[in-house]
């Protein structure tokens, strides 16, 4: 094992474990240890479930792409797409369970499912990724087993074609399930006609796009890592890039599109919401929308993409932006109080009622009309340790299986 | 039969007697409040946002007929009962808190922690309780307990608790003006259907669609 892999393996590791001891003792004390409130009840740990759900993308996006549509050069990519997607939905179901106020308990969403409810949806459709990209992986790997690996491998005659048909025959179904996880996650949220920032038609397609750009962001990174810099790679680079510049457009085409409605049409509760986003938040907006435009500027650029240290940075770049963006899903929902009104008579007047922030602190009022959030220590801790899971299993499982196909010399 | 309430605004005199016996019959935790009393227009309650202007607004859970919080929930632990009240199974919430990002009311709270420890930070006397002090089920379903689970989220109950003892809900018997009435909704001659034809009864947020049970009669305008 190399010295860098040793260090990836250390350092995932040390944050997981770091994450899971923040997790029990916020199991101990209660979601008392994070910074939401009840007038801003979601926070870090559902951001991270958009975004976990959205970088899961572009793996099978790719990889049926390239069964599909016939993309050939992308096909030494399609195991690391199948292998992302695995990781990053897993990431996204333990990114959402710390957020759970009593975990023990979610057996009954086996015994009493409500099957009026998105979040319901989503559960299901998470699971059935994950096991589909699993599937996936297994069937792309199956030609690859050696050594002790062939003991999982299922005995065909001719693994190759067995792989390449099953591969083909799965490919349409992994798309619909890729493209289900985004519509259901951004069901959650824009069912939601109590929260005027979420309740638009809006939302399902563009979290689609934005998970094409991340999901393809993060199959760059992971190939790039793991093949270094291939010359005959180039026009993989090539289709990466220009994947994830239609994508960032199409959503920053999305995003847009819906603030301009309902920013000339002004009114109040719409430009409410868009001052949260724009002033209270102006800078994070700023950020999930330049960050990734020079990111997809830079992919774009046929020198750029000479170097990989320059294409890994830009592609992180774009998932910072996202992040960004993802988090910003959740102030300008929760720091507007949905019931505001003109008192009667009072036509010039719009007021807010406060809410109990159901929290005890001696020095400002219980009820808030306003919650500054910023994710605590321990939430941020979790977090951390959810995303060096889903490290983790990418690094795991790049040691363990042959998921980097030869590079033809 | 569909369980509804009136609040008479023009009977309202602002001085939350409803919400302390909401908040003690129901055995509130420190810090949670099922049932409030504003000033509209004014941050400050009974402070007039313009002189001779205010009145007085009543706003606890509005039992929806089109309730987002019971089609959000994914254990169905907030639910319907026959008389349309909703209800909330503390057995089986999970404490996901999707019904209180889908609340437009923003009445739903949530137990951040174990409340025996925030009746210590807000410094109640050592082992004092109060509130109904027995646990009550409605179909073996744990609608009421003195003492909360930390991690699951409360609301109004409609006192389901007291009505099965022939009871109104505590902040109707509170009153001392009289502005709340309950009654059947799908009688066109109960006192509340009567109340809300003949006194021009509205509802919170109606653009929300949520068709809330509980109605408000408008207060009268004073002469000037």
């Known amino acids: 094992m190399s010295n860098s892999k040793k260090l990836g393996f250390l350092v995932t590791g040390l944050l997981m474990i770091a994450g899971f001891l923040a997790w029990i003792y916020q199991y101990k004390e209660g979601l008392v240890l994070t910074n939401m409130r009840n007038s801003y009840s979601w926070g870090l740990y559902v951001s991270g479930l958009a975004f976990f759900v959205g970088n899961a993308a572009g793996g099978l996006v790719l990889s049926s792409l390239i069964y599909l549509f016939g993309v050939k050069s992308l096909k030494p990519f399609a195991k690391i797409g199948a292998l992302t997607a695995f990781a990053n939905v897993t990431a996204a179901m333990f990114s959402i369970l710390p957020d759970i106020g009593q975990p023990i308990r979610l057996y009954n969403m086996i015994l009493h499912p409500n099957f009026d409810s998105p979040l319901i949806w989503d559960v299901i459709v998470l699971n059935l990724y994950a096991a589909l990209s699993l599937l996936y992986l297994y069937i792309l790997m199956l030609p690859d087993f050696k050594g002790p690996l062939t003991k999982i491998a299922l005995k065909v005659d001719q693994p190759k074609e067995f792989s390449e048909t099953w591969a083909k025959r799965l490919a349409p179904f992994s798309l619909v399930a890729a493209v289900g996880i985004h519509v259901i996650t951004a069901w959650i949220f824009a069912t939601q006609g109590g929260r005027d920032w979420w309740n638009s038609a809006v939302l399902a397609p563009d979290f689609i796009a934005v998970a094409v750009a991340s999901g393809t962001a993060l199959v760059f990174i992971v190939s790039l890592l793991t093949y270094g810099f291939k010359k005959e790679h180039q026009e993989a680079y090539r289709s990466m890039a220009i994947i994830i510049a239609t994508a960032y457009f199409i959503h920053i085409f999305f995003m847009y599109n819906d603030f301009i409605i309902h920013y000339w049409y002004g009114a109040k509760e719409a430009l409410e919401t868009l001052s949260i986003t724009f002033i209270d938040y102006g800078l994070t907006h700023a950020f999930e929308v330049v960050a990734p435009l020079a990111a997809v500027i830079l992919l774009l650029n046929k020198k750029i993409r000479q170097s990989s240290g320059a294409m890994i940075s830009s592609c992180i770049l774009l998932i910072l932006g996202v992040f960004a963006h993802r988090f910003l899903l959740m102030p300008a929902a929760f720091d507007k109080i949905q019931l505001s009104m003109n008192p009667l008579g009072l036509q010039h007047i719009y007021w807010s009622v406060p809410i109990a922030s159901g929290r005890y602190d001696p020095f400002i009022d219980t009820f808030v009309t306003k919650w500054h959030y910023f994710p605590s220590g321990i939430e941020i801790t979790i977090f951390l340790g959810v995303l060096a899971f889903m490290c983790f299993v990418v690094l795991f499982a790049m040691d363990r299986f042959p998921i980097a196909g030869e590079v033809k010399a | ?224």
């Open chain 2, 1 to 224: 039969m569909k369980r509804g309430m009136v609040i008479d605004l023009e009977k309202c005199i602002g001085c939350r007697s409803c919400v302390v016996a909401c908040k003690q019959h129901n055995a509130q935790p420190a810090g949670n409040w099922w049932n409030r009393v504003f000033t509209p227009g004014s941050n400050r309650h009974l402070s007039p946002p313009e002189k001779g202007k205010e009145y007085f607004l009543p706003v606890h859970c509005q039992h929806c007929l089109n309730a987002p919080c019971e089609k959000v929930c994914p254990v169905g632990a907030t639910y319907r009962h026959d008389d349309g009240t909703i209800l909330v199974d503390f057995e089986r919430c999970i404490g996901c808190r999707y019904c209180m990002a889908a609340c437009p009311y923003g009445v739903r709270q949530f137990n951040w922690e174990d409340p025996k420890k925030t009746m210590k930070q807000y410094e109640y006397q050592n082992g004092y309780t109060y509130g109904y002090p027995r646990d009550f089920r409605l179909n073996g379903r744990l609608v009421y307990m003195p003492s909360r689970f930390k991690g699951v989220v409360e609301k109004c109950n409609f006192c389901v608790h007291y009505l099965d003892k022939g009871l109104d809900p505590a902040c109707v018997r509170g009153c001392p003006g009289k502005a709340r009435h309950v009654g059947d909704l799908d009688d066109p001659d109960s006192n509340v259907s009567k109340m809300i034809r003949e006194k021009n009864g509205f509802n919170l947020l109606p653009e929300k669609g949520t068709e809330p049970t509980v109605f408000y009669l408008p207060p009268k305008r004073k002469e000037v």
